[in-house]
């Protein structure tokens, strides 16, 4: 993986289409985690845990996963229902194993066409457990894409890690693979061409560890804390794109923002984001298919 460095103020201004000058994305992580791995090692569930304790993979933590399923079962739902109710899509990534033990939950996103980012096989597994083989590691993206295609009935256009932890490899196996995208490079709030081995350029359109529904958990924020971190996050960047186009992601995992007590965060910060006539809320993909043919306009090639 190679990208060069260019700072934002060495870019040339950023025109999102149609006028719009702030690209909000509303990203909903479905994520499935296995009850028990075969490993006496502590398991890693690829995310925060509401009971402390590491306990070993091949002993059931019944807390932490029931904790995760209510997500599935009962968070994701209500959060679908604030989407429809508020008229704007969420771009939603998949384990390929929630496709497999939870399809209700991905054919729902399907059946409101909102578009799907393949997110490993499974939510307990990361890229970087491979990364001194990469015959492993294409095996586990293969796999994570075979699943998706088969599933969403097409191929995967865009890629984001299990807790963003990809290897050196990683951008060249999916451009190799026919993908166009990769969210886990978390440093930038524009996109930009990353190179590969393989001359394909894959554009980067960053996901967020900050302006996340984690952030409630690690800081102990309530429905009032957190929307003021969603709107504190858009009001800047909604500043700064009057002269160059930016966008937000906000990322979310339904056994989180989900829970009654702080669903409402995410309903009134849509709220608030749809009274501003030039934010465009985009899709990854459509973010990544426009920055591909207007690049040149922003970082000129000999500069990337």
Known sequence: MQYDFVPISERQPLKWPNGKRLAVILTTNFEY????????????????????????????????????????????????????????????TINAKMALERPQVVQAALGRNWEIVAHNYVQSELLTDNMFDEAAEREVIRATLKVYEEFCGKKAKGWLSSSLRSTLNTVDILAEEGLTYICDLLNDDQPYLVKTRSGKPMVSVSYTSEVND?????????????????????????????????????????????????????RDFIRYAKQFDDVWFATREEIADWYLANHQHHIPEKAV
Not at 39 to 67: E, F, Q
Not at 222 to 229: F, K, P
Not at 239 to 266: C, D, W
């Open 214 to 266: 984690f952030s409630f958990l690690r800081q102990g924020l309530g429905a009032e804390g957190g929307l003021q971190m969603f709107k504190e996050q858009f009001d800047w960047l909604y500043a700064e794109s009057a002269t160059t186009g930016k966008f937000m992601n906000v990322g979310l995992h339904p056994h989180v923002i989900g829970q009654p007590y702080r669903i409402r965060a995410l």
């Open 33 to 92: 985690w296995d009850a028990v791995r075969d490993t006496p090692k502590p398991y890693y569930p690829g995310g925060p845990s509401i009971v402390g304790g590491d306990l070993p993979g091949n002993v059931y933590d019944n807390a932490n996963y029931t904790w995760r399923e209510y997500g599935q079962r009962v968070g994701v739902w209500r959060m679908f229902d604030i989407f429809d109710a508020e008229g704007v899509p969420s771009s939603c």
